[in-house]
């Protein structure tokens, strides 16, 4: 499952979204190999996941672990044509979270790795937020929001998923994520504004 590697974000093409479908196609029909190759594709942004939800490097690969394995058990009823992203997210988001209320353990700035290159990686102008503040302060920020803000604002804009990649992966309808996202952005920014981040960007 996940070997440690240098995590690197994931976004998927429109050829990998084709390649995903035939691999999930095959691996309903009992083909290991394709689902090694799903795992292969996305351990990494599935530990980030994990790790944005208990902040322990044990626990997150554990976390993981177990995803893809009951992934693996659950691919004969995984629906044809949907997304896989989304769908093993949600599973792993699941496991990590179960993890979570049993291990509070914490790792300080352990946000830095769901971070990486933000400042170039967060879209504009919308969460301008994010543009202006440094990642420190911004993977400090994050990592004292509730849960389901840390996720929202994960998905939408440290892993660029889209609002429907993003309701999927939260479970919920895509007009929903757009709400969070807009009271978890405010939330951010308040975060942010406490610490003296977002003022001394703003003032610079």
């Known amino acids: 499952m996940y070997d440690g590697r240098t995590v690197n ?6 050829g990998r ?10 691996a309903r029909d009992g083909d290991v190999g394709a689902f090694e190759e799903l795992v292969t594709r996305y351990q990494d942004i599935a530990f980030r996941v994990a790790w944005l939800m ?8 554990d976390a993981v672990q177990d995803a893809f394995v009951k992934a693996y058990y659950a691919m004969p009823r995984f629906r044809p044509g949907a997304p896989f992203r989304p769908w093993i997210l949600r599973i792993v988001a699941n496991e990590a979270r ?3 209320r049993s291990s509070r353990r914490r790792e300080g700035l352990a946000l830095r790795v769901a971070a990486t290159d933000v400042a170039s990686a967060a879209p504009s102008p919308e969460p301008e937020v994010l543009d202006r503040a440094d990642v ?20 939408r804009y ?19 994520v757009k709400s969070r996202l807009s009271r978890a952005l405010v939330r951010l920014r308040a975060e942010l504004a406490a610490s003296g981040s977002l003022s001394e960007v703003e003032g610079a």
């Not at 208990?54 to 690969?61: I, L, M, S, W, Y």
């Not at 440290?158 to 929903?176: H, I, N």
């Open 9 to 14: 974000d994931q976004r998927p093409s429109e």
């Open 158 to 176: 440290l892993f660029e998923m889209s609002e429907l990649e993003t309701a999927a992966a939260l479970d919920v309808r895509p007009g929903t």
């Open 54 to 61: 208990v902040r322990d490097r044990g626990d997150a690969e």
């Open 17 to 26: 979204t084709s390649e995903d479908a035939e691999l999930t196609g095959r």
């Open 98 to 100: 179960n993890r979570g």
């Open 136 to 155: 420190e302060a911004l993977t400090t920020a994050i990592a004292r929001l509730p849960e389901r803000d840390r996720l929202v604002v994960a998905y």
